[in-house]
Nanobody, 113 residues
C-alpha cells in the first residue's frame, strides 16, 4: 500500500515536498517513482529511484525536482522547487516489485497565483 501526502496550492516559483508512505520497507522495492497526470493528459513519469539510489528525471523537471527515499522510515519523497503552472497535476507514488506495479491514490498539486 502506498499513501501520498503533501500536495496543495502553491504560487508560481514556490516549493512543495511530497511524501509517500509504503507499507513495506522501501529497501525491498527495486524501483519507486513519482508520476503525474494533468487534466486531459496522460499520466507521465516525473522521477524514479532505483536500488543503489540511482535516479532518473523527466526533462521537464530536471534541476527543479529531487526524488529521495528513506528506507528506515519506509518513505519516498519528491522535493519540488521552482514550480510553475505546467506542474499542476495529480501526483502518484509508484512501486515496482516482483513484476507487479502498485500505485497510491494520488495527491493534488496546484500551482497558481
Amino acid at each position: 500500500q502506498l499513501v501520498e501526502s503533501g500536495g496543495g496550492l502553491v504560487q508560481p516559483g514556490g516549493s512543495l515536498r511530497l511524501s509517500c508512505t509504503a507499507s513495506l520497507s522501501t529497501f525491498l522495492i527495486p524501483i519507486m517513482g513519482w508520476y503525474r497526470q494533468a487534466p486531459g493528459k496522460q499520466r507521465e513519469l516525473v522521477a524514479t529511484i532505483r536500488t543503489g539510489f540511482i535516479t532518473h528525471y523527466a526533462d521537464s523537471v530536471k534541476g527543479r525536482f529531487t526524488i529521495s527515499k528513506d528506507n528506515a522510515k519506509k518513505m519516498l519523497y519528491l522535493q519540488m522547487n521552482g514550480l510553475n503552472a505546467d506542474d499542476t497535476a495529480v501526483y502518484y507514488c509508484n512501486a515496482q516489485i516482483g513484476g507487479s506495479e502498485f500505485w497510491g491514490q494520488g495527491t493534488q498539486v496546484t500551482v497558481s497565483s
